[in-house]
């Protein structure tokens, strides 16, 4: 009754011991909100960006319930996503964020236009193209880290002043997925990155080179831009058996603000398939009318691949050990969403199946079964 938590101590409270046992006595006979903070500050409050928090979903009325509640503990960041502060530059502009976007939509109701991206996970950047000295107004809509969507307050962009003649501009570059070096299959969808939105791509000056022989050029293959006009993803077959070279020439790359990339040479090995090891299952006890994520990850619980289907196969393993793991997507949103107390919503479940995996090379690993109903 003393909700929310963030800024009203509790009524009745416990702390737990060394294992996590709590008792709460002598209430009045009613029924309560039952709910967990990791107290880090011993404040008595909840403090949403560095505790964690449990809650019982239900009610619990003191008069009758004599059930030992078992509470999971999750993070869940819900202070109101803002604006922290701005980084106006002569070419650029910023908005820096309290926390990491997904999506974002701007509008331009005066009928102006600045091209702009999502840069650091938190910072929106806005482009200048041309000399003006005009405030553009920009009205912002994100999606934020939790998949809510939140409209920001109306930002006036407004560039710095130039001093000198030339206008100082960051450098350009670009990354890819794989990066450079780095084994790919024959079948695979590569993904280069740039740090600027770009103006013009030359797809007839870009090739690929399979085994130092045969040249295709980039126009050959389904290209597909992300809406920031940064991110490129381009889905390749090839018949290379031992390495494929990307070749992207000096000039053949140039952003919005009118430069362009070195000479580019990018290098990789094609997989062998001995090297890698193959993984395959199916989920056990699934609801029909249930979405499902399956995800293998390391040791140190980094993702190394995803699939939303039973059966699964995941392939192309690099020899090591690994976690198999469910999670019961609620909301089919095809990723794992945190809980959030002040809407009495519990996190989506994560179903581990209890043992490290020896994932070997050139070995495939069958009937791999996960259960949606977890392991006791």
Same mark, same amino acid.
Do not use: C
């Given at each position: ?11 009745y409270f416990?702390?737990? %011991?060394?294992? @996590? ?7 009045n006979?009613?029924e ?12 008595? $409050?909840?403090n ?5 928090? @449990?809650?019982?979903t ?6 009758? %319930? ?8 999750f ?8 604006? *922290?502060?701005?980084?106006?530059? =002569? #070419? ?8 990491n976007?997904?999506?974002?939509? =701007?509008?331009? &109701?005066?009928?102006?236009? $600045? ?14 193209t ?6 553009? /107004?920009a009205? =912002?809509t994100?999606?934020?880290?939790l998949?809510?969507?939140?409209e ?26 794989p990066?450079?070096?780095? &084994? ?10 740039? #740090?600027?939105?770009? /103006? ?20 050959e ?7 920031y006009?940064?991110?490129l993803?381009?889905p ?7 390495? $494929?070279?990307?070749? /992207?020439?000096k000039?053949s790359?140039?952003?919005?603000? @009118?430069?362009?990339?070195?000479q ?6 094609i ?7 193959t ?10 009318? *249930? ?17 939303y +289907? +039973? ?6 393993? &690099? ?8 999670i ?8 794992? %969403?945190t809980?959030?107390?002040? *809407?009495?919503r519990?996190?989506e479940?994560?179903?581990?199946? &209890? ?10 690993l ?11």
């Amino acid at each position: 009754e003393t909700l929310p938590i963030t800024q009203q101590k509790p009524i009745y409270f416990s702390r737990t %011991d060394s294992s @996590g046992y709590f008792s709460i006595e002598n209430t009045n006979i009613k029924e309560y909100k039952l709910m967990a903070v990791e107290d880090k500050n011993r404040n008595m $409050l909840y403090n949403t960006k560095e505790e964690s928090i @449990g809650l019982v979903t239900s009610p619990v009325n003191t008069g009758t %319930d004599t059930t030992r509640f078992d509470i999971n503990m999750f993070l869940s960041d819900i202070t109101p996503l803002k604006v *922290q502060r701005t980084l106006p530059k =002569v #070419n650029n502009y910023s908005l820096v964020l309290n926390r990491n976007i997904e999506d974002l939509e =701007v509008n331009f &109701p005066n009928n102006d236009s $600045l091209p702009y991206l999502i840069e650091n996970g938190n910072q929106i950047k806005f482009y200048k193209t041309e000399i003006h000295s005009d405030t553009t /107004l920009a009205q =912002v809509t994100v999606i934020d880290s939790l998949g809510k969507k939140v409209e920001l307050a109306p930002s006036k962009i407004a560039f710095q002043v130039a001093r000198g003649k030339d206008r100082v501009k960051d450098p350009f570059s670009m990354s890819t997925n794989p990066e450079s070096n780095k &084994p790919i299959s024959k079948v695979y969808s590569y993904r280069m990155t740039f #740090n600027k939105p770009i /103006l013009k791509f030359d797809e007839s000056q870009v090739i690929l080179i399979a085994d130092s022989l045969t040249h295709q050029p980039l126009s050959e293959m389904s290209l597909s831009w992300n809406k920031y006009k940064n991110v490129l993803t381009i889905p390749v077959s090839t018949i290379a058996k031992d390495t $494929l070279k990307w070749e /992207l020439p000096k000039g053949s790359v140039i952003s919005i603000e @009118g430069d362009t990339l070195p000479q580019v040479v990018l290098k990789h090995p094609i997989m062998k398939d001995d090297d890698y090891g193959t993984l395959q299952g199916i989920i056990q006890d699934r609801d029909s009318s *249930q979405h499902y994520v399956v995800e293998l990850v390391t040791e140190q619980f980094k993702v190394l691949q995803s699939t939303y +289907s +039973s059966p699964y196969t995941f392939r192309n393993i &690099p020899q090591g050990k690994y976690y198999l793991r469910l999670i019961i997507d609620e909301n089919g949103n095809k990723r794992w %969403d945190t809980g959030d107390a002040q *809407q009495n919503r519990q996190p989506e479940s994560i179903i581990y199946l &209890p043992d490290l995996m020896l994932i070997k090379s050139n070995f495939e690993l069958n009937d791999v079964n996960i259960s949606a109903k977890g392991y006791k």
